[in-house]
């Protein structure tokens, strides 16, 4: 008897946990909902004060949410805060990555930015948007050799892509490698007939 008195104990245990997680979890959902019709309502603040009374310093999707929700308020600090929380929370993600990216590039922390850009492509190495935007990073840094690495990879990825051949082109070109900014000049005509950066491109390639 004794026995089943400390089985029964621990199931009613078990049961009232999950009564309670589930309780949890609805009054969640439920404040997630609203703050998703705030924020289609262009509420950002009450869609911040949806979230708030919930607030877990341990959950990513919170700091996900409310990075996402800082960062449409225009409070890129503590966008970037949140942001920096749920990265940390989910260090194999991509997601909190470039949800920080975003406020990070507001407050012009191209240092930062280039960091989240280079961890996104440990973990995705591949991965079209970061290797783009690295790249313009790189280029606009005038450090031609990592740009054209970068742009390289879009265009491996997406031979007809305007964008990647396109700065693939000017990278080389700026590299002093003339013969293979052409090639990637005419490719990126070829997308974007009489596109001007590209045949100013060209014309300084010959």
Known sequence: MEVLRKIFFVLGIILCAGTAFAQSNTVLQKAFHNSYVNEAAKSYSAAISDINPYYSDNSYEMNLRLGWLYYLNKNYPSSQSYYSKAAALRPGAVEAKF?????????????????????ILKLDPQNPQANYWAGIIYYNRKQFTPAIARFKAVVTLYPFDYDGNHMLAWANLMAGKKAEAKVYFEKALLIKPADESSTDGLSRSK
């Open 99 to 119: 949800g920080y990216i975003k406020p990070l590039s507001f407050l012009q922390s191209w240092d930062k930015v280039l960091d989240q850009y280079q961890e």
